[in-house]
């Protein structure tokens, strides 16, 4: 089954049953903005979506298939879709809850998205938020979801780029605790990193991209003054690595000055080292309009840059314009792939 090129066929995944994903997956699949980009494709639970909604034996307006049905589509869908993964009873949500049961539904909307996009059903794959303390709860041990879906989707390298108008940030590690990040630095992992953002940022914008490689310590180490060296260690020799490879990126650089507005418009795109690094400047400038990639993988991936909210979960206030972000995001790179291979 081909993928229409003028309306991309994308899967979305529902995201934890008991936080918000269930209310804004179903705002996105009504949007008329999204339905002008893309032809929609939800995986996540019928019932769950019902009850949400308030219409526990309701129509939700849009057609249910099984995964089987789905799976045996001879022609892509010209509607959105919902695929109903009956991996939770909706009477066992509990809205804003952590929950093993829910954690493990979740994993299975994202392994059946990639799945039907590894097989060519779908042109890429935006997620709504999980839960990592539910998630681990159920027995995954993958901290998020950019480990995910490197591993189903046998990646041999990838990383987290968090991307907007106002600020492009990729990290170079992501869910571990700050003790581990200097032991989990090496040249090899930060050149990786600056080589698939400077792929991107290319693939994106039409040209070679200027890229900032944040320091690790205050003062970007001072020479020595603070940390280990980490910068002389792994960031300086990845960076001249870089510039052999005709990639335009400077650092090691000052990590509190780098994100000033001066600063920051000299890159198109700033690597950073850890996940608060790039994440606490990312969300005070674009928190409702960012879009994370996962970068270096054989399909297209987008997601929200927000967590679950349980704290407004299923009272129908939660803002949605951060999916519709991620949906666009994922449809202007489909429909700009012409061929190409996935940064």
Not at 61 to 72: D, I, K, N, P
Not at 80 to 91: G, N, Y
Request: glycine share 10%; proline share 6%; hydrophobic share 40%.
């Amino acid at each position: 089954m081909k993928i229409a090129r003028a309306r991309p066929v994308l899967g979305l995944t529902m995201g934890d049953p008991a936080g918000i994903g269930p209310e804004i997956c179903l705002q996105a699949l009504r949007n008329p903005g999204v339905r002008k980009n893309c032809v929609p494709v939800l995986f996540g639970d019928a019932g769950v979506l019902r009850r949400s909604a308030g219409k526990p034996d309701g129509d939700l307006g849009v057609r249910v298939l099984s995964r089987a049905e789905f799976a045996t589509l001879k022609q892509p869908p010209r509607e959105p879709l919902i695929v109903d993964c009956q991996a939770m009873a909706a009477d066992r949500v509990r809205p804003g809850r952590v929950s093993a049961a829910c954690g493990r539904a979740a994993y299975t909307y994202i392994e059946q998205a990639i799945g039907a996009a590894l097989a060519g059903r779908l042109a890429g794959v935006v997620t709504a938020p999980i839960h990592k303390e539910s998630l681990n709860r159920s027995g995954v041990k993958h901290p998020g979801h950019t480990e995910i879906f490197t591993a189903l989707t046998g990646a041999a390298r990838s990383c987290m780029m968090l991307y907007s108008d106002k600020l492009t940030v990729s990290m170079v590690t992501t869910h571990i605790g700050y003790g581990q990040v200097p032991a989990a630095l090496s040249v090899q992992r930060v050149l990786n990193v600056i080589e698939l953002t400077a792929e991107a940022m290319r693939w994106l914008l039409g040209r070679e991209p200027r890229l900032g490689v944040c320091g690790l310590n205050p003062h970007a180490g001072e020479h020595g003054l603070f940390g280990q060296r980490e910068e002389e260690k792994w960031v300086a020799p990845a960076v001249r690595r870089a510039r052999k490879k005709r990639i335009q990126a400077s650092g090691p650089l000052v990590p509190d000055a780098v994100f000033t507005t001066t600063q920051r418009k000299k890159y198109d795109a700033i690597v950073t080292l850890y996940h608060d690094q790039g994440h606490i400047p990312f969300k005070m400038l674009a928190f409702d309009t960012g879009v994370n990639i996962t970068l270096g993988l054989p399909i297209i991936r987008t997601s929200v840059d927000h967590g679950t909210a349980f704290d407004i979960a299923w009272q129908g206030v939660a803002d949605p314009g951060s999916l519709y972000s991620a949906i666009q995001v994922a449809a202007e790179l489909v429909k700009g792939r012409k061929g190409r291979e996935v940064p």
